[in-house]
């Protein structure tokens, strides 16, 4: 299982861009690039998802340069209530590999 | 469309019992699975069911338990609960256990042993 790196927490402002990045270096040939979101006391929730460039949502954006080695989560526009834990996992399209998660990026929006 | 069900919400038991929680996934997902989430461990898988068979386990110990019934609800168990066992349990489903389809968490059992 590739493993993943990720600051341990952010803050921002409100109705700023926040970018979290996730080092993924060991990926492999089937891996996909999953990014979810949990409150306390809540189970994750899956925000986006991509194998490579970008993929957009209407929450969020995800950019995967060419060599896969990394990703960048992007949120426009946070708000306090974007205030939450967020994982970044690799997995494969396989059934076999369950997600492991790592410990994720506390993102404190400030007013 | 229901989402992932897990009952009960919250539970408080002595150390010694044991308990078993219940997950009901989205309907016509057919993979299960399980994880404990603590402040010093964060999320930790348990094990994963696909079609009433364990696909996948984890790194705990034999006093967890867990089984997946013919319409793919599942439930775990654990047996003379201890102190550490303390936590927020987690079931996630997928439609086929496989992390491109993405999985659907419900929002846990909150344990407490005391």
């Known amino acids: 299982l590739a493993k993943t790196t990720q600051p341990i927490s952010m803050d921002s402002y409100e109705g700023q861009e926040v970018n979290i990045t996730c080092s993924h270096n060991?990926?492999?040939?089937?891996?996909?690039i999953t990014w979810y979101q949990q409150f306390p006391s809540q189970g994750p929730r899956f925000i986006i998802q991509?194998?490579?460039t970008k993929v957009t949502n209407e929450v969020a954006s995800l950019f995967i340069p060419a060599d896969r080695k990394s990703s960048t989560l992007s949120l426009p526009r946070v708000s306090l209530s974007d205030t939450a834990v967020y994982y970044c996992l690799v997995g494969a399209d396989s059934g076999n590999t369950p997600l492991v998660f790592g410990k994720g990026t506390r993102l404190s929006v400030i007013a | 469309k229901a989402g992932v069900t897990q009952t009960p919400r919250y539970l408080i038991k002595t150390r010694g019992q044991q308990v078993t929680l219940s997950c009901s996934p989205i309907?016509?997902?057919?993979?299960v699975s399980w994880y404990q989430q603590t402040p010093g461990q964060g999320l930790q898988f348990l094990f994963e069911?696909?079609?009433?068979?364990?696909?996948n386990k984890g790194n705990f110990p034999g006093r967890f338990s867990g089984r997946q019934f013919s319409n793919s609800r599942s439930e775990m168990n654990v047996s003379t609960l201890e102190l550490g066992d303390s936590a927020l349990y987690l079931c996630?489903?997928?439609?086929?256990?496989?992390?491109?389809?993405?999985?659907?968490f419900g929002s846990g059992t909150r344990l407490t042993v005391v």
């Open positions: 309907s016509g997902h057919r993979s």
């Open positions: 996630a489903s997928s439609l086929e256990g496989i992390q491109a389809y993405g999985y659907t």
């Open positions: 060991n990926i492999a040939t089937n891996d996909y």
């Open positions: 991509g194998y490579k």
């Open positions: 069911y696909f079609s009433e068979t364990q696909r």
